[in-house]
């Protein structure tokens, strides 16, 4: 059943569209069978980047509804079509025949059940199907089941197939995400967002087709989209980008510090002064890549990127200013202290030649502490200064 003035728009099949004459049609006829098959009142939407092969008129002939978006990349059309769309559901696939859209049924009848996303599975470690041909290699056995798991890991999505591009959602989870990417992010970011907003995720088994046409190939870049995938997932992720390989670093640090300041040995050889200055540097470095996961964390949250985080008002109830401040002037007060000692040692031996064995062993503490604290009173002001607008 297809889109008529009496009742309303129950799905919208939104087809993100760049020079695809040679699958435009057959895609959409698909779309629109599966409307009929199953008493759907639904739509076509073509969202044309710019297509140069007359895709907007194919579009058009066939009953489709045409939206031109001028700002290119996937998301870009992607984001035109769905604004555009009347449907209380959305679901989005490739014009390329890849996705069969006589599948359509299975994707309303889940969003039907209370799910708000839907997911598509190619893989058949979800019950998908891959025909032969329809994948590369790279990305069937390395660049799809690596992205997947890293999804499931760092932001517990429970899809075996992040980067399939058929899925079905709700309009009112699509409103909610603010979703950002023009690219070929687009679909990570859904699937990222609607996992941290809670949403209700669902995902049903699919079968990938060859690519259609015949005219051009895929517009996807292994290595470039790759890669934009990969950097998404940290950006998204200050816990994982900032926060473990700080904690890591801090650890190692620290662990140097007991070490060469017992002077603990292995196998004859002394651990000293040089093994502290390494211990230093860890301890900076990973002290400071602590704050830029609070201070990335309290950006993305305070602009939309991230949704608020219950954990980080809890860290701010504790952690305020005023506390930073304190427990920097006291950081910077003992490494003055034990600079000084060093200092008074130096003034005692008439500024002559010291035992830097013994002394590094205070001077580099010292200036460590120094350091931290400074870094500790400054991001303080910065972090109050990004959270002004949660009080």
Known sequence: MTENETQPVELSVVLPCLNEADTLATCIGKAQQSFEACGIV??????????????????????????HVEQRGYGSALMGGIAAARGRFILMGDADDSYDFLEIPRFVESLRQGNELVQGCR??????????????????????PLLSA???????????????????FTKELYDRLD????????????????SLHGARIAEV??????????????????????????????????????LVPGAVLLC????????????????????????????????LMGFQSILFAILSKTFAVSVGLLPPDPGLDRFYHIATLERGLLIGAVAFLVGLC??????????????????YELTMRWVIPGVTLGALA????????????????RR
């Open 150 to 168: 890293l999804a499931r890991g760092m932001f517990r999505v429970r899809v075996h197939d992040a980067y399939c591009g058929m899925r079905g």
């Open 252 to 283: 190692f640090g620290l662990v140097g510090y007991a070490l060469a300041l017992s002077r603990f040995q292995i196998g004859g050889a002394t651990l000293g002064p040089h093994t502290l200055l390494v211990a230093s540097l860890a301890v």
């Open 374 to 389: 400074t870094q500790l009173v400054l991001s303080g002001f910065f972090v109050s200064m990004l959270g002004m607008n």
């Open 123 to 144: 893989l058949p470690s979800g019950g998908g199907h891959v025909m032969p041909g329809a994948m590369p290699f790279l990305h069937r056995w390395l660049g799809n």
């Open 42 to 67: 639904g739509e076509v939407v073509v969202s044309d980047n710019g297509s140069n092969d007359g895709c907007p008129e194919i579009a058009e002939r066939c009953g489709a509804r045409v939206v």
């Open 338 to 355: 034990l600079i000084g000692r060093v200092a008074w040692h130096w003034h005692a031996a008439g500024y002559g030649p010291l035992d």
């Open 205 to 242: 088994p699919i079968t990938l087709h060859p690519d259609g046409r015949k005219h051009h190939g895929p517009h996807l870049r292994t290595f470039r989209d790759g890669w934009r995938t990969l950097r998404f997932f940290l950006l998204s992720s200050p816990r994982w980008l900032f």
């Open 179 to 194: 979703q950002r990417c023009t690219g070929m992010e687009f679909a990570t970011e859904m699937i990222i967002k609607s």
